[in-house]
Structure formats: structure tokens, C-alpha cells
């Protein structure tokens, strides 16, 4: 087992990705136990692959996509919520917890702020989940 909660990182090909490339250009780090999936769009993301990634070990997961207004496809970001919020009722029902999934919308490039985050997300998850392996 790793030091961290594992977190699988769905990622907008466009602002979301650019955050990610940015912290590693500044060499800002996060944990090897974040996996990132590059998606065309987070509005292909639906309940099903975010369920996927649980059945497949992942201790929580966070959706990464551009701000609101800023969609290259011009998709509505309530379809994006809508998913989010039905993923959170899911993991509540079946005793998960809705705090096993978190959803950032970031501004492109943005390396420090996606570190700052994910960094907080799998300190947060690992804390939750794996008391004796948090950092403190």
C-alpha cells in the first residue's frame, strides 16, 4: 500500500490539462498515487466511469475541467454538476461518503492552484481513509 489515498484524476483536455503541465513545468509535486485520465471534456464524465474508478481501487476522485464560461465545446456547466451531484448521492447511499469526490474548476495554467488542490484532496482522502499513514 502507498503513503497516500489513491485518486483518480479525470482531466479536461483543455484548461484542466494545462493546470496539470504547469505544475510540472514549475516542478510543483503531488503524489505518484494520482492518476490521471485526459478526457476530451468533463461533460463525458458521467456516473458510470466515476463508479468504474472505485470498483477499480480508487480511494476518491476529483474532475478537473475549466471554469465555467471557459468550455471549448460551450457545454453548460450544469451538465457537469448534474453528474457530480448525482456521484455524490451515489457514494452516500452506499456508505462511501460524498466527500470521495471533489470537483475543480480552475483557471488555465494554473499550476500552483491544481497542486494546492490535489495536494489538500489526497492529504484530506488519505487522513479520512488511512489514519495512520496521514501526514500531519
Given at each position: 500500500?502507498?503513503n ?5 484524476l479525470?482531466?479536461c483536455?483543455w484548461?484542466?490539462l ?7 513545468q ?11 485520465v ?6 463525458r ?6 463508479l ?16 465555467s464560461s471557459e468550455?471549448h ?10 453528474e ?5 448521492s451515489?457514494?452516500?447511499l452506499?456508505?462511501?461518503g460524498?466527500e ?12 500552483a ?11 484530506k482522502?488519505t ?9 500531519a
Amino acid at each position: 500500500m502507498s503513503n497516500s489515498a489513491e485518486i483518480v484524476l479525470f482531466t479536461c483536455n483543455w484548461d484542466g490539462l494545462s493546470c496539470v503541465e504547469a505544475a510540472a513545468q514549475k516542478g510543483l509535486c503531488y503524489p505518484a498515487s494520482v492518476k490521471v485520465v485526459r478526457v476530451s471534456c468533463l461533460s463525458r464524465i458521467h456516473l458510470g466511469l466515476i463508479l468504474k474508478a472505485f470498483e477499480l481501487g480508487a480511494d476518491a476522485v476529483m474532475l478537473l475541467g475549466c471554469e465555467s464560461s471557459e468550455c471549448h465545446y460551450d457545454i453548460a456547466s450544469e451538465h457537469i454538476s448534474h453528474e457530480f451531484e448525482k456521484a455524490q448521492s451515489v457514494l452516500r447511499l452506499t456508505g462511501l461518503g460524498s466527500e470521495r469526490i471533489m470537483l475543480a474548476e480552475i483557471p488555465r495554467g494554473d499550476g500552483a492552484r491544481f497542486a494546492k488542490q490535489v495536494n489538500s484532496f489526497v492529504a484530506k482522502t488519505t487522513a479520512m481513509l488511512y489514519p495512520s499513514h496521514a501526514v500531519a
